[in-house]
């Protein structure tokens, strides 16, 4: 469980990375766990706009009065790890909300909402199957999360779980990364390759330490914005890879222990990730990224 927590943690860093500002899409998004009727169906007092369809790792929505749905998925390389995974999950949320056992919601289920007095209302279900585990949770605002809205949300994530087959994270393969990519970064005998998503991949070995790649569609305009801002990382400009090429290291905030590097091309960014969980030889310091960089930037 150690390695799970800090492999999230080192996931929260990439996801949040990730997440930069894009110019809006205008092509209509969909879950691809649950249409807009079911949901509908599932959850008929409740109105919701979805807003954000996270490269298959889950869906976002909001609702009319401003209350959130946070819809997740995590696929697993196995049904052991996804035990071990849907234990953690367990225990953390236990510590926000009491639980009770769900029935016919995959393997496993458990749900639950905060208590009265709780910083952050939350109602969540979160349930097991197979190689996956499914996470629904909605945070309403002004009002507390009280028991009715369990049986819709439960309802939505019955409907959601039969479908989390259908994420595009898979284990084994990535178009960003390869296993050469990890040396000198990496312990290749314990080395998980991972595509986490529309764009985005990750490798990790046993200890969390990882490496991840997301692109994403952004105007230069933007890109220059990024490489001008003030932050709590130290920038490098890295001309080999282009004009709008530029690294972070040695962050005051965050994995201080990890490395960045931003590159564009043809309308898109690619963010290159380093992130040990403990001080690294490659900490602090671009060179040995920038060779992993520059197949990427090949890619573009």
């Given at each position: 469980?150690r390695m799970i927590s800090r492999l999230l943690c080192?996931?929260?860093?990439?996801?949040?990375?990730?997440?930069?500002?894009?110019?809006?899409?205008?092509?209509?998004?969909?879950?691809?766990?649950?249409?807009?009727?079911?949901?509908?169906?599932?959850?008929?007092?409740?109105?919701?706009?979805?807003?954000?369809?996270?490269?298959?790792?889950?869906?976002?929505?909001?609702?009319?009065?401003?209350?959130?749905m946070m819809l997740s998925v995590f696929r697993n390389?196995?049904?052991?790890?996804?035990?071990?995974?849907?234990?953690?999950?367990?225990?953390?949320?236990?510590?926000?909300?009491?639980?009770?056992?769900?029935?016919?919601?995959?393997?496993?289920?458990?749900?639950?909402?905060?208590?009265?007095?709780?910083?952050?209302?939350?109602?969540?279900?979160?349930?097991?199957?197979?190689?996956?585990?499914?996470?629904?949770?909605?945070?309403?605002?002004?009002?507390?999360?009280?028991?009715?809205?369990?049986?819709?949300?439960?309802?939505?994530?019955?409907?959601?779980?039969?479908?989390?087959?259908?994420?595009?994270?898979?284990?084994?393969?990535?178009?960003?990364?390869?296993?050469?990519?990890?040396?000198?970064?990496?312990?290749?005998?314990?080395?998980?390759?991972?595509?986490?998503?529309?764009?985005?991949?990750?490798?990790?070995?046993?200890?969390?330490?990882?490496?991840?790649?997301?692109?994403?569609?952004?105007?230069?305009?933007?890109?220059?914005?990024?490489?001008?801002?003030?932050?709590?990382?130290?920038?490098?400009?890295?001309?080999?890879?282009?004009?709008?090429?530029?690294?972070?290291?040695?962050?005051?905030?965050?994995?201080?222990?990890?490395?960045?590097?931003?590159?564009?091309?043809?309308?898109?960014?690619?963010?290159?990730?380093?992130?040990?969980?403990?001080?690294?030889?490659?900490?602090?310091?671009?060179?040995?990224?920038?060779?992993?960089?520059?197949?990427?930037?090949?890619?573009?």
């Open positions: 469980m080192c996931l929260a860093l990439f996801l949040a990375i990730a997440a930069l500002p894009v110019p809006p899409a205008h092509a209509a998004i969909t879950c691809p766990f649950i249409s807009a009727k079911d949901l509908a169906g599932a959850m008929p007092a409740l109105k919701w706009s979805l807003i954000s369809n996270q490269d298959g790792r889950g869906c976002i929505y909001q609702g009319g009065r401003g209350d959130t390389p196995d049904k052991d790890r996804a035990k071990e995974l849907y234990a953690t999950f367990v225990k953390t949320l236990g510590e926000r909300m009491p639980l009770n056992a769900v029935a016919d919601i995959g393997e496993e289920g458990q749900f639950g909402v905060t208590a009265t007095g709780a910083e952050r209302q939350e109602a969540s279900v979160l349930a097991l199957s197979g190689d996956y585990i499914l996470q629904l949770s909605v945070y309403p605002i002004g009002r507390r999360a009280d028991d009715a809205l369990l049986g819709p949300i439960t309802q939505a994530a019955r409907v959601a779980i039969g479908n989390v087959t259908k994420t595009s994270e898979r284990f084994g393969d990535c178009e960003w990364l390869t296993p050469a990519d990890a040396d000198g970064f990496l312990d290749k005998s314990t080395l998980q390759v991972q595509r986490t998503g529309a764009g985005s991949c990750m490798m990790f070995d046993r200890e969390a330490n990882t490496m991840a790649v997301a692109v994403i569609t952004m105007s230069r305009d933007t890109v220059i914005s990024m490489m001008r801002r003030a932050g709590p990382c130290q920038h490098v400009a890295i001309p080999e890879l282009g004009s709008e090429a530029f690294g972070e290291h040695s962050c005051t905030k965050g994995n201080g222990n990890a490395v960045n590097i931003f590159i564009w091309k043809n309308g898109r960014q690619a963010s290159i990730l380093f992130a040990p969980v403990k001080p690294h030889p490659e900490s602090g310091s671009v060179e040995h990224l920038k060779a992993v960089a520059a197949r990427v930037y090949g890619k573009l």
